[in-house]
């Protein structure tokens, strides 16, 4: 496979991407390319000879020198692209020379990152990708291991592959249309039940992935070339998608037009907390059950349809967080201790008649980490206790109410989330 050099000037004398690769690179960025299952129907019916990566020249086997149309698999195309390209036999020793000779190409030019499209979901090719995965620990370099699409992926399929791959995408195509956000939150919650983020990958961990962000300036479904226009999601549809998407820990990539980037899309991009906890959280995975009230104020998105009512659920009240005013009642006994003029700590001590007095429960203030050092020095200063994430650039707030239950067995009598600034709240700038 060679890029078209009327489109690509620089890969002319067979260069391919290397020149590219070697610009993006000097840029301080990733080169990566998208690439379909198996060989190309174009080199199927040139019937081109199979190279021998390791030997050079034609692969011969028995005697034979092998070509495109010996492993091209006619009856296994690319469903959606049928005319474009079909599975390779990795039976053979000519179709696992194929794939071979492609990577290692690629590795040549300086490929960082491969998405290998028409492999998985409804188009899995399991053989396929399994001897991609090998050649590429072949190689004297990492290289990510990208799978699409995601269409009917389930748990189970992720568990034959994820080992062998560093992502793979678990939905269809995501475009800016709420409906299409809303259904990566079903999807995204089954993934983390069954423990499959950051589970064992290709030289390292694999991540379910919720598709590219569809933001900024775009153009339609199906269209290459224009008409761009502005992301159809509304500012909290787009931040609900951000925090989706670095709350399941996806892999994080830009679908809009680079050049015509606006603010408020780079602040969404760029918000810190959440780049932090798709970083570096652990754990990620949906409440069962949550406690709470609908607010009669906003008429959509609200949580209203996943949030399920005690009594209808007959859970423990123990293990259920819950979500209240700061103007409640009894939503009292809130300190704030200052460094310099800004809070380090927030604390709640249960006052509670009829209880013993206990240490006082506390959030620790810190900066967002970005680095590797940074991380090992939070676990030395913070590991163990909870924490509130200070933002120099907004405001922070707080709501809690000591009538509230968590799971946590040191918080049993009260709880707090991460508020709205149209909600009752304690507002605190840190």
Known sequence: MLPDPGRWPSSQGGKGFTEVADKVHAMGLKFGIHVMRGISTQAFNANTPILDPLKGGAYIESGKNWTARDIGLRERTCPWMSQGFMSVDTTLGAGRAFLRSLYRQYADWGVDFVKNDCVFGDN????????????????????????????????????GVGNLVNMYRITGDD?????????????????????????????????????????????DPGSNQGPQRKCNLSFDEQKTQMTLWSMVKSPLMFGGDMRKLDGTTY????????????????????????????????????????????????AEASHVPSLTSCRHAEAKGWTFNFDGRKASRI????????????????LHTRKPLFTLEDKYSYKQKYQGKLQLLANETDDSCLNASPIGKLSSRETKRMSFS?????????????
């Not at 995975?285 to 009512?309: A, C, K, P």
């Not at 991460?418 to 840190?430: G, I, R």
Request: charged share 25%; glycine share 4%.
């Open 124 to 159: 899995l090719e399991a053989h396929e990708i399994d001897v991609v995965s090998k050649v590429l620990q072949e190689l004297d370099r990492p290289m990510l291991y990208s799978l699409s699409p995601g269409v009917s992926a389930t748990p189970n399929m992720a568990n």
């Open 175 to 219: 475009w800016d249309s709420w409906e299409d956000v809303e259904a990566h939150f079903n999807v995204s919650r089954d993934f983390a039940a069954a423990n499959l983020i950051g589970a064992k990958g290709l030289r390292g961990k694999s991540w379910p992935d919720l598709d590219m962000l569809p933001l900024g300036w775009l153009t």
């Open 267 to 314: 602040s969404i991009i760029t918000n810190p907390i959440l780049l932090e906890i798709n970083s570096y959280s652990t754990d990620n995975r949906e409440f069962s059950y949550i406690s709470g009230t609908e607010d009669l104020r906003s008429s959509n998105h609200v949580l209203t349809r996943q949030t399920r009512n005690l009594k209808e659920v007959k």
């Open 347 to 362: 604390c709640w001590k249960d006052k509670y008649l009829g209880r013993k007095s206990k240490a006082p429960f506390c």
């Open 418 to 430: 991460h508020c709205k600034l149209n909600e009752d709240q304690v507002l605190m700038a840190l």
